[in-house]
């Protein structure tokens, strides 16, 4: 259990709402679709801060236009990794931005392990700072299917 | 168009032995005023609003203009004819009142582009805004936009990280990223600042931010100030999973000891440093070259602008500033908030982001953008809202803004009645539950507080803030409007 103020990890657009239903989902899919993004499904057990890349769920969809279709990738994303954490990313191809533009997390695990924080003090006063994901602690295999 | 006004005498000379016989000769007849000019796609291009003194022609007035921010001095000089000097000669095109504003005319000046240095702002304003603010027949002249050509625009870096890759560095999409200056701006130690910023960022805030003036003074050294809050950033990102930065103001006495306290801050993992407006644009353009080295996002404080800014009739226009900021090369600069304690008309604040953020800049005259601008793909700096807002405003912010900012409520989040944390979740909450809103087709300009109301049901330190806030707005005119003719000049 995290001890910020939602006890949860906080990436995202929605953590500090309540989880968003799938048909609240629906909507913001839709949103993104009317604008043109891709979307696709990313799934991890370790959303240590800077861990960038979480194991892709498949291709981005980039010519899926139907909101239905991409609920129903998460829905079998989340049946294969029920206890990970899983996010919704679209993105948006026009030069000049070429990124992601939406990012939100839609399933985590019952319990949420977060991190330590470890310091080496150094010269001068100066600390070295590790963010510590403790779900890191057991080997990967051991970590549920997939890994990641 | 004030041609009518134009005396065949007054028109440039061409006789060149006329021309340079040694006395003093009107600045229109020495070639600066020039009316069927066909501006160069390569052209610095200038609107000047002045004012000129009483008796003075308007188009002579725009003609010494020119003249003075370019070539010209008081009298004739023969060594003119030692260069090309018709290429050097700034040209001012057109003339026109300025609407409803007696007295004050609009002037278009296009400047070669051989005039200016590669990649240096220094040069670029020293020319524009060197001489001729001070001179006698105005009463007062504004810089009122600016057009830097694609050939000029491809020599200046911009942005060392942008507003994309600074995203993707601290995995936030999608939302604009909120902040907080800590405060009281003075006077706490580092222990106790340290204590402000871990708060704000395990709240829910994604930066905490130094203030214009806090440095190295003698309640918090730079260093000591550096490590406590570098301690509170790495332990609200522990505690959070998300990456946090607090804006590390580097600002010196000297530019050594700016390099000095960038290292540190690099040496200590800070993500972002800050400098303030009031170092210069040398400095500017030195720091933005480090932390293009050091991938370091840079912050930008407008510090000082007002004084020159503010008045319609006197000084520089905000989005001039905005434009060579961007060219100079910042990640951050404070743009403004519409709606808080800071002077700023809504849509002319509205194209000072839009400056920051386009890759091409239409002419929008309402948000007092003359010029078509043409960005070359440079880098977009991400636009800072502060300055006297709060959560209940949330609505008005997403809708003037968009999601490319920055919003900070320094006093919103410290002041919460709850605490700092409590102050943090109330804004994160308003932020998140109103982009949620606006994605899913809400029409949250008029629903906003009504959506914020129903949040706040199950979010008690938004309620608090709603109830301490909710109330409060900052209505007084503004004293920077565009004004625009309603049938629009073209562009150049």
């Not at chain 2, 600002?251 to 210069?280: C, H, N, P, W």
């Not at chain 2, 400056?355 to 440079?378: H, Y």
Request: with cysteine; proline share 5%.
């Amino acid at each position: 259990m995290m001890t910020n103020p939602v006890g949860r990890i906080t990436q995202g657009q929605f953590s500090y709402l309540p989880d968003l239903t799938d048909e609240e989902i629906s909507m913001q899919i839709q949103y993104g679709l009317n604008k043109g993004y891709a979307w696709s499904v990313e799934y991890t057990d370790d959303p240590h801060p800077r861990n960038t890349y979480w194991e892709m769920f498949g291709q981005p969809m980039f010519d899926l236009k139907d909101a239905a279709g991409v609920l129903m990738e998460l829905q079998h994303c989340r049946k294969t990794f029920p206890q990970h954490y899983i996010r919704l990313m679209a993105f948006d191809s026009t030069r000049g931005i070429e990124t992601i533009v939406m990012s939100f997390i839609v399933n985590r695990p019952d319990k949420e392990p977060g991190f330590g924080l470890v310091r080496q003090e150094a010269a001068g006063r100066t600390i070295r700072y590790t963010v510590h994901s403790y779900a890191t602690d057991r080997p990967e295999r051991e970590r549920g299917s997939g890994g990641a | 168009m004030l041609n009518s006004l134009e005396k065949p005498a007054d028109t440039a000379i061409k006789d060149a032995k006329k021309r340079y016989t040694a006395g003093v000769l009107k600045y229109r007849q020495m070639g600066y005023w020039d009316a069927d000019y066909a501006p160069k796609d390569t052209d610095t291009l200038c609107l000047f609003r002045i004012t000129p003194q009483d008796g003075v022609d308007p188009i002579e007035a725009a003609a010494a203009v020119a003249g003075e921010s370019s070539t010209a001095t008081w009298t004739v000089v023969w060594t003119d004819r030692l260069t090309a000097c018709d290429s050097y000669r700034a040209k001012a095109y057109k003339v026109e009142p300025v609407p409803n504003n007696p007295g004050q005319y609009f002037a278009w000046i296009a400047y070669d582009i051989i005039l200016f240095e590669e990649g240096s702002i220094a040069n670029m304003t020293a020319s524009l805004i060197g001489n001729v603010f001070g001179f006698k027949p105005l009463k007062a002249a504004r810089l009122e936009d600016v057009r830097v050509p694609v050939a000029y625009v491809k020599t200046f870096k911009g942005p060392p990280t942008g507003l994309i890759v600074e995203r993707e560095r601290l995995d936030k999409f999608g939302r604009p990223l909120l902040g907080a200056t800590t405060k009281p701006k003075l006077g706490l130690s580092g222990r106790n600042y340290g204590r402000v910023v871990y708060e704000g960022l395990k709240g829910g805030l994604d930066f905490m931010k130094d203030d214009e003036n806090i440095n190295s003074q003698p309640f918090m050294h730079w260093r000591d100030r550096y490590l406590y809050v570098m301690d509170a950033v790495n332990k609200a990102s522990a505690a959070t999973g998300e990456v946090k930065g607090s804006y590390l103001n580097v600002t010196g006495a000297t530019v050594e000891d700016m390099y000095q306290r960038a290292e540190f801050a690099k040496e200590l993992g800070s993500v972002i440093i800050m400098i303030d407006l009031v170092v210069g644009w040398s400095t500017i353009q030195s720091m933005s070259n480090w932390s293009r080295k050091n991938d370091m996002i840079l912050h930008l404080h407008r510090a000082g602008h007002g004084t020159y800014t503010r008045q319609k009739n006197h000084g520089i226009s905000f989005r001039v500033i905005a434009k060579w900021l961007r060219l100079a090369g910042v990640d951050h600069m404070h743009t403004g908030t519409a709606v808080g304690k800071l002077e700023g008309d809504p849509m002319t604040v509205q194209g000072y982001y839009n400056v920051c953020r386009d890759s091409f800049t239409k002419q929008d005259l309402p948000r007092g953008l003359f010029f078509d601008q043409d960005w070359a793909d440079l880098r977009k700096v991400m636009p800072v809202a502060s300055g006297g807002i709060h959560a209940g405003q949330m609505h008005q912010l997403l809708d003037l803004f968009g999601d490319d900012v920055v919003l900070q409520f320094g006093g919103g989040t410290i002041g919460h009645p709850g605490g700092i944390q409590a102050g943090a979740v109330a804004n994160r909450v308003a932020l998140e539950v109103m982009v949620k809103a606006r994605n899913e087709g809400r029409d949250i300009k008029n629903e906003g507080p009504e959506i914020l109301r129903r949040a706040a049901k199950t979010c008690s330190p938004l309620q608090q803030a709603l109830d301490t806030w909710g109330e409060i707005s900052f209505n007084y005119a503004s004293t920077d409007t565009s004004d625009y003719a309603v049938t629009p000049a073209a562009s150049n």
